[in-house]
């Protein structure tokens, strides 16, 4: 997950040994992108911060022949504060990279040439194409995107729901579907979170969102029969915002790349588009783009193979997922992501419930 692309002053990691240039030399191979030369040197070029994840962009030098090698990488660990408490989330990213992705049409995410998760220590590793030069992301957080911006991201994502758009593989040999008690056993952990959460907040969150709140777990099993259709889901994302894009920079002809990776799983598609723009943009951002937006998806997918899928179940489902956001800000508070992106997150979603009529949903 990573919330805040912004850069924050960081103490340098400890950098796994897959980066010492032997084992870089073997990764490299196994991709194919290596033959016969050899990684010399690795150097330190660039790194960050994100809430969750440290971000480093390795320089490599070689000896001997390596035409089509890459001259540079990124590392992706985790973030000490969060290693533990997010575990999963490693495990689950390395597993999208090196079983998912591979399967992924090209060009609609980042290139992994190596990642492992480390079940003793419970640390993880990838080493991804570095898009630096030729990629951007559309803005620096917390702005929202262009409409041109907005419109290949939407767009992009698009792409990726059609490929996995109800494949036999779903719950087989990708991803995991949860049973009605899966289900179950999520409110009740959401619930016990949200009385904590409601305690926390005191008169900041007003009896009428708190009654809100009450109706939506009181009736989470019938709402959850949406997702337990098992039909018209696909592998969704889990963390769309804008800034887990990358875009091409100006002149630069290439595809929007997504990536971040770690909350990924089998659901109901519009989870996203509902996460990217009822919970990230301001009521007049988000009226200005939402109908273009959601129709730009809705021919994508269309052109792309999906059908028996309408455009108003399209609307439907994505006021259906709007709705269930409203638990996203307690889930973040939870893990404790900073109030300054959850209570945003709580405002935002919240506006957009009223504005949808997601209230039609709890009866």
Known sequence: MTWDKGIVAMTPPQLPAVVEPARLTAALRRSGVLDAGAVREVKVLHQRDTVVSHIIRLGLRYVGESAGAPQSLILKTAHSDFAKTLANGGRHEVAFYTQLAPTAPA??????????????????????????????????????????????????????????????????????????????????????????????LGDRLSEERRIFYRRLINQSARLSQRYHLRRHASITHGDAHIWNFLLP????????????????????????????????????????????????YYETLIAHGVSGYTRGALDQDYRWSVLWHITTPVWQWSINIPPVIWWNNLERVMLAVEDLGCEEFLG
Do not use: K
């Not at 939407?154 to 289900?183: K, M």
């Not at 002809?253 to 909350?263: C, E, K, N, S, Y």
């Open 107 to 200: 060009g609609l995410v980042p290139r992994c040439f190596d990642g492992h998760f480390d079940e003793e220590s419970e640390t993880s590793h990838l080493l991804l194409e570095d898009l630096t030069d030729s990629h951007e992301i559309a803005t620096q957080w917390p702005l929202p995107p262009s409409r041109d911006q907005a419109m290949a991201i939407v767009t992009t994502l698009a792409r990726w729901h059609a490929a996995w758009w109800d494949h036999p593989g779903l719950g087989e040999t990708v991803g995991t579907w949860a049973s009605e008690e899966d289900s179950a056993t999520h409110m009740e952990t959401f619930a016990g979170h949200y009385d904590r959460f409601a305690d926390l």
């Open 249 to 296: 920079r100006a002149g630069v002809a290439d595809t929007v790349r997504i990536f971040d990776f770690d909350l990924w799983n089998i659901n109901v598609p519009t989870n996203d588009l509902a996460y990217m723009m009822a919970m990230q943009w301001y009521p007049e951002r988000r009226q200005t783009l939402e109908r273009a937006l959601l129709n730009r």
